[in-house]
């Protein structure tokens, strides 16, 4: 994997913040939709999702301060690329699903997450 992390600008980052909320907001009413039961079997889900949302709902500078070198962070301007919308949450939650524990504090789980893409 390349060193190089690409920059983005201001608009960029809006888009990218409005589209990981947007995520969690389709997430919310997939739960809704599916009841009490299906919320308390996901429940681990809806956790990492809004400890990795928590991240993207400060000041949009401080979103690209703390995220602008988190290479997975960044992938999600490869999905509003290719796909019109944000898969990060889904592919968090898939990737830290896969961890025996987790830290349940936002900052840290994009840290890890920054550090396991280093390592593949």
């Given at each position: 994997?390349?060193g190089k992390?690409p920059t983005f600008?201001?608009?960029?980052?809006q888009?990218?913040?409005q589209?990981?909320?947007?995520?969690y907001?389709?997430?919310l009413?997939?739960?809704?939709?599916n009841?009490?039961?299906?919320?308390?079997?996901h429940?681990r889900?809806?956790?990492?999702?809004?400890?990795l949302?928590a991240?993207?709902?400060?000041?949009?500078s401080?979103?690209?301060?703390?995220?602008?070198?988190?290479?997975?962070?960044?992938?999600i301007f490869?999905?509003?690329?290719?796909q019109?919308?944000s898969?990060?949450?889904q592919?968090?939650?898939?990737?830290?699903?896969?961890?025996?524990d987790f830290?349940?504090t936002?900052l840290t789980?994009?840290l890890e997450l920054?550090?396991?893409?280093?390592?593949?």
């Amino acid at each position: 994997m390349s060193g190089k992390i690409p920059t983005f600008n201001e608009h960029q980052w809006q888009q990218a913040q409005q589209a990981v909320a947007d995520e969690y907001e389709e997430y919310l009413e997939l739960l809704r939709k599916n009841g009490v039961d299906y919320t308390i079997k996901h429940a681990r889900q809806l956790l990492i999702y809004q400890d990795l949302l928590a991240e993207w709902n400060h000041k949009l500078s401080t979103v690209t301060s703390d995220l602008e070198e988190n290479k997975f962070a960044l992938s999600i301007f490869d999905d509003l690329k290719k796909q019109k919308k944000s898969l990060l949450l889904q592919r968090g939650y898939e990737h830290i699903a896969k961890w025996p524990d987790f830290n349940p504090t936002p900052l840290t789980l994009w840290l890890e997450l920054a550090e396991d893409v280093e390592i593949l």
